[in-house]
C-alpha cells in the first residue's frame, strides 16, 4: 500500500472509510496481503516466475516494501504488464491452504474498508496446477469467504460475499468453467465472468458458454472496454448477455462532446453507450487501475482526465471499485477519495455510486432492496456521527 492509500478523505467530517460500500469488482489474486506472499512464498517452495521482473530477491523484502514494488510494477501503461504480477500471486494460491487463507484475509481486508457486500472474481482454472480439481477450488474460496465473514462479525463488521467464477479469455476452458459455476450456484457462486487480456480475445469466442448461463438464468459481467474499444463492449452485449461491464470506460469511444460556445455543450450518443446507458447496464469502474493500464491513455493519464464523471452526469449507471487492492496499491476508501478530489463529488454523490452498485449486485431483488437500505442508513448514520462528534 503507497503512502497516499493511507490518506484520511473526509467530507463534511465522515471519514470515507466510515461509509457503508458495495464493491463489485475486485479480484482475489490481486488483493492478497503482502505479508501472506512473503509466508506463502517460504512455505511452499515456489519460484518466483520469470515472467515477473524484479530485481534482487522478494524473499528478503519486508512486507512494506513488497507491497511498494508490486504498486510500482502496475504503472507500466499495459494491461499485459499489469498482468505480469498476477503470475507470482496465482503460483502461491494452489493449494488448500493458500485459497482458503487468501479469501477470508479478503473479506477481512475488506470489511475493514467499510465494505458491506463484495463479489470476489477469480479463475479456478490457474488454481489446478497442482493437483486441485476445480470443483475443490470453488470449495476452498467459499470456506475462506465464510470463515472472514465470521471473523468479521466477531469484530462487529458486518459483511456479504460471493464469488464471481472467471473463465481466462484467452484459453478455451470457458464452457467447462460456467458448467462449474452453475454447480456451485447455490453454494457461494452468485456470477461468471471472462478476464486477461482482452484485445484479440473478444467475448463471441466464448459464445456457448455464455448461451449456457443465460438458459440458466445464471448473470455475466463481462471485462470488456479496458483494453480494447467499444466493439468489445457490443460483443460483451450481444455474444455474452452482460448485464454488468467490468471497467466499460472505452465505452467514452462512443460518446462525442462537442463545446459549440462558451456556453454551450451538445453530447451524442452512439449506440452502443445509448443501448448500456437507457438499459441501465452498471459499469464496474476502477479509476486507479484504468490509468495503470492506459485505458484512459487517449484522453491523459490523471484522475481528472478519468471519464467517470461524464458518465456520471449522463445519467449511466456507475459504480467505483479498487480491482486489485494490492497490485494497484488502492482500496475503495482510496478510490472514492481520489474521485472526489478529482470531480469534487459530495456525500450524495458517493452513496449514489454504492446505491448503484447495491442495485447491480447478483442477488436476488429482496437481498439487494435490503442491501440498499443497509448502504442508505449507514450514510445517514455516519452524518450523524460526524455531527455529534463536530
Known amino acids: 500500500m503507497t503512502g497516499e492509500s493511507l490518506v484520511n478523505w473526509t467530507i463534511d467530517g465522515v471519514d470515507l472509510?466510515?461509509?457503508?460500500?458495495?464493491?463489485?469488482?475486485?479480484?482475489?489474486?490481486?488483493?492478497?496481503?503482502?505479508?501472506?506472499?512473503?509466508?506463502?512464498?517460504?512455505?511452499?517452495?515456489?519460484v518466483v516466475p520469470e515472467s515477473v521482473a524484479v530485481s534482487g530477491d522478494i524473499r528478503a523484502m519486508t512486507s512494506?516494501?513488497?507491497?511498494?514494488?508490486?504498486?510500482?510494477?502496475?504503472?507500466?501503461?499495459?494491461?499485459?504488464?499489469?498482468?505480469?504480477?498476477?503470475?507470482?500471486?496465482?503460483?502461491?494460491?494452489?493449494?488448500?491452504?493458500?485459497?482458503?487463507?487468501?479469501?477470508?484475509?479478503?473479506?477481512?481486508?475488506?470489511?475493514?474498508?467499510?465494505?458491506?457486500?463484495?463479489?470476489?472474481?477469480?479463475?479456478?482454472?490457474?488454481?489446478?496446477?497442482?493437483?486441485?480439481?476445480?470443483?475443490?477450488?470453488?470449495?476452498?474460496?467459499?470456506?475462506?469467504?465464510?470463515?472472514?465473514?465470521?471473523?468479521?462479525?466477531?469484530?462487529?463488521?458486518?459483511?456479504?460475499?460471493?464469488?464471481?467464477?472467471?473463465?481466462?479469455?484467452?484459453?478455451?476452458?470457458?464452457?467447462?468453467?460456467?458448467?462449474?459455476?452453475?454447480?456451485?450456484?447455490?453454494a457461494g457462486a452468485v456470477g461468471f465472468d471472462i478476464a486477461g487480456a482482452e484485445l484479440g480475445f473478444p467475448p463471441s469466442n466464448h459464445a456457448p458458454a455464455f448461451r449456457l448461463l443465460a438458459e440458466n438464468m445464471f448473470p455475466a459481467t463481462i471485462h470488456a472496454g479496458e483494453a480494447d474499444g467499444v466493439s468489445s463492449i457490443e460483443s460483451a452485449l450481444v455474444d455474452g448477455y452482460a448485464l454488468r461491464l467490468g471497467h466499460g470506460v472505452r465505452l467514452a469511444e462512443d460518446i462525442s462532446v462537442e463545446e459549440v460556445d462558451a456556453e454551450t455543450t451538445t453530447v451524442s450518443l452512439g449506440d452502443v453507450a445509448r443501448w448500456v446507458r437507457d438499459r441501465g447496464i452498471t459499469l464496474e469502474m476502477c479509476p486507479t487501475s484504468n490509468i495503470q493500464t492506459g485505458a484512459i491513455a487517449a484522453r491523459g493519464s490523471r484522475m481528472e482526465d478519468h471519464p467517470f464523471d461524464l458518465f456520471y452526469?449522463?445519467?449511466?449507471?456507475?459504480?467505483?471499485?479498487?480491482?486489485?487492492?494490492?497490485v494497484s496499491g488502492t482500496t475503495l476508501t482510496r478510490e472514492l477519495g481520489l474521485l472526489t478530489d478529482a470531480f469534487g463529488y459530495g456525500l450524495a454523490d458517493l452513496e449514489a455510486f454504492q446505491l448503484n452498485a447495491a442495485v447491480a449486485a447478483f442477488l436476488p431483488l429482496e437481498d439487494r432492496e435490503e442491501l440498499a437500505e443497509i448502504v442508505h442508513e449507514g450514510f445517514v448514520d455516519a452524518v450523524a456521527n460526524a455531527r455529534a462528534g463536530s
Request: aromatic share 4%; hydrophobic share 40%; net charge negative.
Open 17 to 46: 472509510r466510515d461509509l457503508p460500500k458495495v464493491s463489485l469488482h475486485d479480484h482475489l489474486d490481486g488483493g492478497m496481503r503482502p505479508s501472506t506472499i512473503l509466508e506463502l512464498l517460504e512455505s511452499g517452495g515456489i
Open 64 to 186: 512494506d516494501e513488497l507491497g511498494r514494488w508490486i504498486a510500482a510494477q502496475s504503472g507500466s501503461g499495459s494491461l499485459v504488464d499489469y498482468l505480469k504480477i498476477f503470475d507470482l500471486t496465482c503460483a502461491l494460491l494452489q493449494t488448500e491452504e493458500g485459497l482458503v487463507r487468501v479469501a477470508r484475509e479478503a473479506v477481512l481486508d475488506l470489511a475493514a474498508d467499510g465494505v458491506v457486500y463484495t463479489e470476489l472474481r477469480w479463475a479456478p482454472e490457474q488454481h489446478i496446477h497442482a493437483g486441485l480439481s476445480l470443483d475443490e477450488t470453488v470449495e476452498f474460496v467459499q470456506q475462506g469467504i465464510e470463515q472472514g465473514i465470521q471473523d468479521a462479525a466477531a469484530l462487529g463488521q458486518d459483511i456479504r460475499a460471493g464469488q464471481l467464477i472467471t473463465a481466462m479469455r484467452h484459453a478455451n476452458r470457458s464452457l467447462e468453467i460456467a458448467e462449474l459455476a452453475l454447480r456451485h450456484r447455490t
Open 313 to 326: 452526469q449522463l445519467g449511466f449507471s456507475v459504480t467505483v471499485s479498487s480491482d486489485n487492492r494490492t
